[in-house]
């Protein structure tokens, strides 16, 4: 089982929720996860319900079973000082670099830079040992850039190891790649059963493929639930109003005479069924495409009352039981 | 004992899908298409919340209504751009054929390419010797390439010259999916503080120290600041920069002086900034952020598209009475002791699978058809609906009896699957309540963070956009988008129907 665990996926597949279910899931008795945000929105603390992250690892929740989270938000601006503090003991000069205005270059528009940063803070808490010689955390579970910038965002590093040719970028680059394209890295993809999540999906798996980075599982997230059959929507087109009026008139929906009210409520109700019957056709095409991947493929149910911090632990369980952990 | 739907249909009812609507303003979106003055319309929002989409449907429309439009999209979705002709990346619009230009309007779309923009503007800034050598550097090669922040610049930039082209009416820009709300309101600043600051200073220095013995002590703090980057960067990395910079630094007054001037083009009145979301917390919460972002930059907002929302056309029925009547069809042994006796003029009520109700067309017109008409429950049974003739062509046929089996979540249901001929119309009604069961619960979900939105920002005018239960990827799916967006939803009716 892979020690860092990156979760991308399209802008609003709820990859943030499905990494913070999966950083609860792995915390199985015993163990410790560190659950690592990048992109500095503070989605943690919010899916957490907690005040927004200090640049620090904190205790964050006790996952069901007794393991524990903890949560980290890189603040790449704040994690290039502290490089450099660490190891040029550039003190003075990385203030003085930060009036100039380089911190922010380096953070912001110098090539990829912040992105090594970003993903040479992950690695090094995968690494991280404590006195007696055990990891740190049991596994680091990354929430990271969507789909369309997760391949870049993973391979910056080579990218950068060949802009820097030589010097210590260089050797940070290149030891946070032996970490990325390892089998300690998996990385997960989340989507919807629709189709641009899914193509997209499918696009990025072929990018990370191309440029060797480990490829997880796929997590479908929010599937709603199946209601209706397929041979209830083909039973559908054979039922008769009158009779579907009758039926709902019995249930105590009123009257199934034309304009009665159970009457008046059978061409809504069919309405949302077609609706139904067309995105459940979609579904399963694109339950279809993902299949032929040839991943491990999850589901996650559509929590009917929204996301909370209940419906992430309940998450959390739900992959658990589908052998994540 | 339950209260007659149709007579509580009129008065406010819980799900009542016009209630935010009531309490913020309503945004109409073709007086602000339409007004020769508006001249800029910027699309933003997080990602997956339908930006894309929602620019091309409106750059359709303001065409088809006669403007002469130009969409600038940053990444649609293939298909999208396929239908468009926008798929191949060439970085000039294109004319988009097709469309109805009874009108008089032209719509043009492109694509972003954002090397390519890049190096248009270093090649028609710098001679061509000086072109090549920063063409070729590898830093530049790596920063136009499409790090952190370059996609937003160069939107801004695609978006200043389009502009200075004037050769449309109306430009409609999506903008790229950033981290953050940030990144692509401080695009221009950012760029900008950047190429007047002292760092660029600092990295020209060694190329500039000369003999001036004035700048000596300045020289000496600078080339410490150069070691430490040198330190940090590698020396050839430092070098390429400062190449790179060197080779630039002609560009930066330019540079400079168009991200200041794009900067005030979004500021000016002719600019209107749309903010899209979809009914979720976290799109919204966003989408609250923007709007703050906004009126701190004193960016003109129109309003908030609100996207995917759902309706139902029998909002009379709350989830809890449809569970319940769901229920009391399980329960019943006897189906047959319906509460009205069958209606003896209609010859279906009496065989469920009657063959004229086959062949009844209804069932297939009116997917999708009456969506847009939430508010209307007055025309039930009807298909009128100014939506459905667009969307008709793209429902695919009913996959009929498609294997339940294979379907993952079918155990989430307690409904015991059984035999098609085994079906009664009671378990079939006992299906279709569940359904609308579910969808309330939706509905109520997406009202209550709504709620949250407009009660913090009741001065924001939103348009909704009724749900499609598929991807829209044609001309015809976009126009349905627009008929969607415009249609400025009807106050409640005064009367029953």
Redesign the interface.
Known sequence: MSRLQVVSG????GK?TVAAALALALATEGKRTLLVEV???Q?IA?LFETEALPYGERKIAVAPGGGEVYALAIDPELALLDY?QMF?K?GS?GR??KK???I???T?????L??VLLTGKACEAVRRKDKSGRFTYDYVVMDA??T?RIT?FLN?ND?VAG????????NQAQAVMRVLKSRETAVHLVTLL????V?ETVDGIAELRSARLPVGRIIVNM????????????????????????????????????????E??V????????????????E?EQ?AVLRELGLPLH?L?LL????DLAGLYELATELRQQGIS | ??P???STHDSAHPHDPNRAIDSARALAVDPLIDDPKTRIVVCCG????GKTTTAAALGLRAAERGRKVVVLTI?P???LAQSMGIDSLDNVPRRVKGIDDTAGGELHAMMLDMKRTFDEIVEAHADPERAAAILGN??YQ??SA????TQEYMAMEKLGQLRARDEWDLIIVDTP?S??ALDFLDAPK?LG??LD???IR?LLAPAKVGGRAGMKFLNVGMS??TG??G???????LK??QTFVAAMDSMFGGFRTRADATYKLLQAPGTAFLVVA?P????L?EAAYFVERLAAEDMPLAGLVLNRVHG???AQ?SAE?AL???E??DL?AD?A????P??PS?P??A????T???A?PR??D??????GLRNSPDT??SSESPASEGHASE??P???????A?????D??D?T????TD?T????????????A??M?LLS?EQ??RDRFTALHPEVAVAEVAAL???V?DLAGLRNIGDRLAAIQPELPTTGA
């Open positions: 399209k802008g609003g597949t943030t992109e500095g929105r989605g919010q450099l040029y550039l000069a003085a670099l100039l205005g380089a922010d270059f380096a912001t528009i110098a090539p990829g912040r992105d850039p969507p369309g870049r910056v990218e802009l820097a040719k030589i010097g210590p970028i260089h629709e189709e641009m999540p193509q599937v709603r639930p199946a209601v209706l059959d397929g041979g209830d929507l083909e039973f559908l087109q054979a039922a008769s109003r009158p009779s579907i009026a009758k039926s709902l008139s019995a249930a105590g929906l009123g009257g199934a005479r034309r304009g009665g009210n159970a008046r409520l061409e809504p109700l069919l309405e949302q069924a077609d609706e139904y019957a067309e995105r459940h056709t979609l399963h339950r589901e149910p009917a009352e929204g996301m | 004992m339950s007659d739907p149709a997080s990602g997956g919340v990444d979705a293939r298909r590898p830093f790596s920063l499409g790090f952190a922040g999916p981290r953050s950012r503080s950047f600051g002292k760092l600092v410490m600041m430490a980057l330190k940090l960067l590698g020396g050839q990395l390429d920069v979809a979720e917390r976290d799109a919460r139902s056309g029998a029925l009475r319940a009547a769901a009391n069809l019943a189906p002791d319906p509460a009205d069958a209606d209609d279906g009520a065989d469920p699978a009657a004229e109700n086959l009844d069932i297939v009116q997917v999708g058809g009456k969506v039930y049974g429902v695919p009913l996959e009929a009896g498609s294997p339940a294979d379907r993952a979540t079918a989430r249901t409904r699957v059984t035999d098609a079906r119309v009671d378990q079939l009604a006992a299906g279709l309540l569940r359904l609308h579910e969808r619960q979900r209550r963070t239960p598929g991807d990827h």
